[in-house]
């Protein structure tokens, strides 16, 4: 069973930084890509980021280009998120996944969630 661990959430203001980090207890951590999705307040889930496994591509919802970026360290089998210039809007619990295969595609496992708070 994939084990995955958030950390560095926290409050922040509007134009700051925040690194998000995932701990990932996953035998073929290696194998399959890696992502972060995230939920607002009274809002669905929505995915914002994915690297895919061996970090060569990575993808980005629209209103996170150019300010988030995700990477992944295989060696330590951990997966980041760096958020710049971060808004209100981005404001919610950020989740980490983990992916069936190489590529996005069905998700595998979810961690328990880091909260993210922007305030303007």
């Known amino acids: 069973q994939a084990q995955l661990v958030e950390s560095g959430g926290g409050l922040v203001q509007a134009g700051d930084s925040l690194k998000l980090s995932c701990a990932a207890s996953?035998?073929?951590?290696?194998?399959?890509?890696m992502g972060w999705s995230r939920q607002a307040p009274g809002k669905e889930r929505e995915f914002v980021a994915a690297?895919?496994?061996?970090?060569?591509?990575?993808y980005y919802r629209d209103s996170v280009k150019g300010r988030f970026t995700n990477s992944r360290d295989n060696a330590e089998r951990a997966v980041y998120l760096q958020m710049n210039s971060l808004k209100p809007e981005d404001t919610a619990i950020y989740y980490c996944?983990?992916?069936?295969?190489?590529?996005?595609?069905?998700?595998?496992?979810w961690g328990q969630g880091t909260q993210v708070t922007v305030s303007s």
């Open positions: 690297i895919d496994f061996n970090g060569g591509h990575a």
């Open positions: 996953i035998r073929t951590f290696t194998s399959v890509a």
């Open positions: 996944v983990a992916y069936e295969s190489m590529s996005i595609g069905p998700i595998d496992s």
